[in-house]
């Protein structure tokens, strides 16, 4: 029962937004009782933790087949792309932004993530990158890194760029494209430009 709830609680807050989805929104999407969901869950930011928590896993994973699948770093991009494109079509483009603000235990986890996503596979991506002749070796590899998870988390952010105007995968691929091109050797540029072909 806890993780059927637990997968409700996902679809919905991914859908919606945390804020407005309530404990009685997600029973009555169950057909159970709000009590069956307490007896699981003490309140709505434990849910949340494990929320996150559960999204967390799921991109450690991703992020561990492409590098199985591709050891072409362009490549690897796109495809981390495609597959997280259903993911950013349906989200709530305020998701990110919620969970900041109103559940900071959560969003904690959303930090310590990225610190690890950098050191672990952004830097490591640029390097050899780099090392192919696909990206320019003249910046700062860890400064690189921060500023491409700057610019991803800054499109979740509302007072940025209002998600009306653009929708929020078509944003985040934009924002890829503007940072791709400032980093890219002749070499790179024409190898990425190939698999941006593919990609629309």
């Given amino acids: 029962m806890k993780s059927r709830i637990l ?8 859908r919606y937004g945390v804020k407005t989805v ?17 007896q699981h869950f003490p309140d709505k930011d434990s849910m ?7 999204f967390i896993e799921q991109d450690v994973a991703k992020w ?4 199985r699948l591709y050891s072409n770093v362009i490549e690897k991009m796109f495809k981390s792309f495609e597959m997280t494109k259903d ?8 998701l990110l932004f919620e969970i900041q603000k109103y559940f900071p235990k959560a969003f904690q986890l959303f930090t310590e993530h990225g610190e690890k996503c950098i050191h672990e596979n952004l830097i490591a991506d640029f390097k050899k990158g780099a090392q192919f002749g696909y990206f320019r070796n003249d910046i700062d590899l860890e400064l690189l ?26 944003t985040q691929l934009v ?16 190898l990425y430009t190939s698999y941006q072909n593919n990609l629309k």
């Fill in 7 to 14: 997968h409700k609680g996902t679809e919905l807050f991914f």
């Fill in 22 to 38: 309530t404990m009685d929104s997600i029973a009555t999407e169950l057909g159970i009782s709000k009590k069956t969901i307490y």
């Fill in 48 to 54: 949340v933790y494990e929320v996150v928590k559960g």
């Fill in 64 to 67: 561990a087949e492409l590098d």
């Fill in 87 to 94: 993911l950013l079509t349906q989200m709530n483009p305020r």
């Fill in 145 to 170: 890194a921060r500023l491409r998870m700057a610019e991803v988390n800054l499109a979740f952010n509302p007072d940025f760029y209002p998600n009306n105007k653009l929708p929020l995968f078509e």
């Fill in 175 to 190: 924002m890829l494209d503007i940072f791709m091109r400032g980093i890219l050797t002749e070499k790179g540029l024409t």
